[in-house]
C-alpha cells in the first residue's frame, strides 16, 4: 500500500531483457534500509526488490507489467518515480494507492498558470467513468486531484515542488503516464455493478 508521496526521483541505470525484464534503479535511498522482497512503487507500479547495491536496487517486470504500464518503454537514464511501501503508522499525505496500474493515460495539453502546470491528460475509454472532479487520481506514482472532467479528458493542476521532485518536471504533450483509478471508485463501481443485475 502506497500513498501517492514521491519520496526519490531516481533513473534506469541498466535493462536485461530475457524471459522477463529486469531493471535496475539508481537512487538515494539508503538500501541498508530496503530488504530483498520489498515492495518499492517505480512510476505508479508495485514492483518487489529482487536484488540491491549501494545506491542502487533491481526489480524483474513480467510481460503483463510491460504491456499495462509505461514500463515497456523506459531505457536507460529514463527518470523514474519511486515510493517505498506505507508502514503501520506512517502518514498518509496523499490518498490510498495499491500500485496496481490500471491503464495508460497521454499528455494532451500543458500551460503555465500561475506558478502552477495546467495538465490535461486523456484517460482510457474503460476508465473515464472512474474519473471525478475533486476526487483522486493517481498519475506515475503521484496523488493527485482532479480539477475538471470533459468525457475522457481531465485536467490537474501541479505545483512547482512536485515539478522539481518528480518526473513531471521533465514531461511534455504527447508523454505517456502510468494511470491508477482511485480505489473507493473501483469499489463503487463494482458495487453498482451488482446491483443492476
Keep these: 500500500m502506497f500513498t501517492g508521496i514521491i519520496t526519490d526521483l531516481g533513473r534506469v541505470k541498466n535493462i536485461e531483457k530475457a524471459g522477463d525484464t529486469?531493471?535496475?534503479?539508481?537512487t538515494a535511498y539508503d538500501l541498508n534500509?530496503?530488504?530483498i522482497g520489498a515492495s518499492i512503487a517505480c512510476n505508479g507500479a508495485c514492483m518487489t526488490v529482487v536484488e540491491k547495491g549501494p545506491n542502487w536496487f533491481a526489480?524483474?517486470?513480467s510481460g503483463e507489467s510491460l504491456s499495462k504500464t509505461t514500463m515497456g518503454s523506459w531505457k536507460?537514464?529514463?527518470?523514474?518515480?519511486?515510493?517505498?511501501?506505507c508502514r503501520v503508522g506512517d502518514e498518509l499525505g496523499g490518498h490510498i494507492v495499491s500500485g496496481h496500474v490500471d491503464g495508460i493515460a497521454e499528455i494532451v495539453s500543458l500551460t503555465l498558470e500561475g506558478d502552477s502546470h495546467r495538465f490535461k491528460f486523456k484517460a482510457p475509454q474503460e476508465l473515464k467513468n472512474f474519473i471525478a472532479p475533486k476526487g483522486s487520481v493517481t498519475l506515475?506514482?503521484?496523488s493527485l486531484t482532479v480539477n475538471e472532467v470533459e468525457d475522457d479528458v481531465f485536467g490537474i493542476n501541479i505545483i512547482p515542488h512536485t515539478m522539481e521532485v518528480t518526473t513531471f518536471g521533465q514531461s511534455k504533450v504527447g508523454d505517456f503516464v502510468n494511470l491508477e483509478i482511485d480505489m473507493l471508485a473501483r469499489y463503487v463501481a463494482r458495487l453498482l455493478e451488482k446491483d443492476e443485475k
Design 76 to 85: 536507460v537514464d529514463t527518470q523514474v518515480n519511486f515510493e517505498r511501501a
Design 59 to 61: 526489480i524483474t517486470a
Design 140 to 142: 506515475n506514482g503521484v
Design 33 to 35: 534500509t530496503v530488504d
Design 22 to 26: 529486469r531493471f535496475e534503479f539508481e
